[in-house]
């Protein structure tokens, strides 16, 4: 614009030095010109030159416009779009101003922060907005009412009011990383716990814009930190499983090298030990090496028509026979007619996992029952038994590897926590889901759920 007016300026000045140069040629070269003749050429000559004048101003003026309409619909579209993209961003943004009120939040921080959802941009009326504006920022248009965050209904044009970031969250760590950032115009970078709906944990980072805002994007890291933990108590978990029997194998080795050897009455007991915990360790070993296969897909299902309570029937009597000292009692109520669409050997596997468990984790004179119908093109199994029930905290874990509930009732009862992590993969190989209910002190309700076989066994 500027430029313009120079331009605009010079061309004047050129006219006004030409029309000055007329004036002089006329007077110098014909100085008895008449008065009335004088003037008619004047102002022709004035005429032309303001005609010229003018039209290089106007044109001139005309293109600056059409520019400026041009970079109007750019930041009106630019607009647009960088409303569209906070919108549907996952990360929580949020942007404040040099008064730490909140100028500009997307749909993530609305659900995270419960605050009210307007239209896409939600600025809040006040200095938070022309702040914003003054830093070149595009908002989107004010609204004539603005919304309570406190009861998060929307007032008159009279109760409108601008919040602040401590009405939104009172985390003093979020607070006090806007203000440092604000105050240094540094970026900062930590970890915040946001309890909502369910406890989350975020990366927050918060950057200065311009000269006086600050945004804060907030990155949810609640699966991340779920699988570290998970990654770390699995090795915790597993040299610990490790560690019990290769301390018997050592402890019997060297026993037996220190002389009992030769100790004709007892080396047998000592050989048999080393070889139940070696056994304990290959079975642990075979386990993981079977889970990992599963888990990254690598085994290969063949599916075919399995009658179901046959298969139920071998197992529970395997479970049977596998514990003689137990006196439970065992109840199958499943149609003949069931056939699911299943691999046998890792159905067998899914089932003997679930009911070695029933019975493992049973009380004396307690009993299993498994159960199945058909419901919605699909068979639900379900396995219940009368045991001591599974703790609400231990619930949401019991399917991740190597985690037992109750250490200490577990630990006396053989098994590392695989069966549960290969079961859930196995059913949903299978196409199934896996489901849990359980009273401590009065059982527990595995179900899952397989595919009706298409045609008969
Ligand atoms: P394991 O049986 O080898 O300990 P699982 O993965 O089969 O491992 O089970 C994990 C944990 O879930 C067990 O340690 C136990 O605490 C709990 N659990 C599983 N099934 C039952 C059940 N039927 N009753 C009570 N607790 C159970």
Request: aromatic share 6%.
């Amino acid at each position: 614009m500027k430029d313009l007016e120079r331009r605009v300026w010079l061309v004047t000045c050129t006219a006004l030095l030409v029309f000055v140069v007329y004036e002089t040629i006329k007077t110098v070269l014909f100085p008895n010109m008449s008065v009335v003749g004088s003037h008619v050429i004047t102002v022709i000559v004035v005429s032309v030159l303001t005609f010229f004048v003018s039209r290089y101003a106007l044109g001139r003026y005309g293109q600056a416009l059409a520019e400026t309409q041009r970079q109007t619909a750019i930041t009106k579209n630019t607009n647009r779009l960088l409303a569209g993209v906070l919108a549907t961003m996952r990360e929580a943004v949020v942007i404040v101003d040099s008064q730490v009120r909140v100028a500009l939040y997307n749909d993530a921080a609305a659900a995270m922060f419960k605050l009210p959802l307007t239209d896409a941009g939600r600025p809040r009326p006040g200095t938070a907005i022309d702040e914003a504006s003054a830093e070149g920022l595009s908002l989107p248009r004010v609204q004539p009412t603005a919304v309570d965050p406190s009861t998060g209904t929307a007032g008159t044009a009279e109760t409108t009011r601008t919040f602040r970031l401590t009405d939104v969250t009172r985390d003093p760590a979020i607070n006090n990383a806007f203000r440092s950032v604000l105050e240094k115009r540094a970026p900062v970078e930590l970890q915040v716990d946001v309890a909502d709906r369910e406890h989350r944990t975020f990366q927050l980072n918060v950057a200065p814009l311009g000269e006086r805002l600050a945004v804060g994007v907030f990155f949810d890291i609640s699966r991340l930190e779920r699988l570290e933990r998970v990654r770390r108590e699995f090795f915790a978990n597993l040299s610990h499983e490790l560690r019990t029997p290769l301390t018997a194998m050592l402890a019997c080795s060297e026993t037996l090298k220190a002389g009992a050897i030769d100790d004709s009455a007892n080396r047998l007991r000592f050989v048999e030990t080393l070889h139940k915990h070696a056994l304990r360790m290959n079975a642990l070993i075979s386990d993981i090496s079977d889970l990992s296969a599963i888990e990254s897909g690598q085994i290969e299902l063949r599916l075919r028509p399995v009658r179901l309570r046959q298969a139920v029937a071998d197992l529970v009597a395997l479970a049977e026979s596998r514990r003689t000292d137990s006196d439970l009692s065992f109840k199958i109520s499943i149609p003949e007619k069931i056939i699911v669409q299943a691999d046998k050997t890792r159905l067998d596997q899914i089932l003997f996992n679930l009911i070695d468990n029933a019975v493992k984790f049973n009380r004396p004179g307690g009993s299993v029952n498994v159960g199945a119908e058909e419901k919605d093109g699909l068979v639900s199994i379900t396995i219940a038994d009368t045991g001591s029930g599974i703790a609400a905290v231990d619930l949401p874990r019991i399917f991740e590897r190597l985690y037992r509930g109750d250490k200490s009732r577990s630990r006396k009862t053989e098994g590392a926590g695989l069966g549960l992590a290969i079961v859930k993969h196995l059913v949903h190989a299978h196409g199934g889901e896996l489901f849990v209910v359980s009273e401590l002190g009065r059982g527990s309700q595995f179900t899952f759920t397989l595919p009706i076989a298409t045609q008969a066994e």
